[in-house]
């Protein structure tokens, strides 16, 4: 066998590692944005249901978003969230959602948000009413991350 022959097989798997390195830091790096994106979408939303914004705060849900309510009351799909918003009238309560964790699969186009929110009624002050902890799953799907479905439990 010649040096040329011995050596190549060796180079290949160098080539290899280099290649695949580069491919998980890249990956790892589009996961990071994407995690950074769903956070700052997170801070929109919460501006949003701070400023009674219902439309910009839907526009953040997939068309059929699954949300559990605190109480455990399901809705299916935008319209029906938008009907029980509408349906509680003039409120002026609003909700803060802190994402504690968000996990991304770019792969498969999903994530996963976790965290607490407090609900806010400024006629009754500034300390939270009402409190607990929710999930959410996000898609990319449609080329842009959205809320798929959203599970919040009333703890406090």
Request: avoid cysteine; glycine fraction near 8%.
């Given at each position: 066998?010649?040096?040329?022959?011995?050596?190549?097989p060796k180079?290949?798997?160098?080539?290899?590692?280099?290649?695949?390195?580069?491919?998980?830091?890249?990956?790892?790096?589009?996961?990071?944005?994407?995690?950074?994106?769903?956070?700052?979408?997170?801070?929109?939303?919460?501006?949003?249901?701070?400023?009674?914004?219902?439309?910009?705060?839907?526009?953040?849900?997939?068309?059929?978003?699954l949300t559990?309510?605190?109480?455990?009351?399901?809705?299916?799909?935008?319209?029906?969230?938008?009907?029980?918003?509408?349906?509680?009238?003039?409120?002026?309560?609003?909700?803060?959602?802190?994402?504690?964790?968000?996990?991304?699969?770019?792969?498969?186009?999903?994530?996963?948000?976790?965290?607490?929110?407090?609900?806010?009624?400024?006629?009754?002050?500034?300390?939270?009413?009402?409190?607990?902890?929710?999930?959410?799953?996000?898609?990319?799907?449609?080329?842009?991350?959205?809320?798929?479905?959203?599970?919040?439990?009333?703890?406090?």
């Amino acid at each position: 066998m010649t040096t040329i022959t011995k050596t190549l097989p060796k180079n290949f798997v160098i080539i290899g590692m280099i290649i695949l390195t580069f491919l998980l830091s890249f990956s790892e790096s589009a996961a990071q944005q994407d995690e950074q994106y769903i956070r700052e979408i997170r801070e929109a939303s919460n501006s949003a249901l701070r400023a009674y914004d219902n439309e910009l705060v839907l526009s953040f849900l997939t068309e059929e978003v699954l949300t559990t309510t605190g109480n455990g009351t399901l809705l299916a799909g935008k319209e029906a969230l938008r009907k029980y918003i509408l349906e509680a009238g003039e409120s002026k309560m609003y909700w803060i959602r802190t994402a504690l964790e968000v996990n991304v699969n770019e792969t498969k186009g999903l994530a996963w948000e976790t965290g607490t929110w407090k609900g806010y009624d400024p006629e009754q002050g500034e300390e939270a009413i009402i409190g607990g902890k929710y999930s959410a799953q996000w898609t990319k799907a449609s080329g842009e991350w959205l809320i798929k479905s959203q599970l919040f439990v009333s703890l406090e």
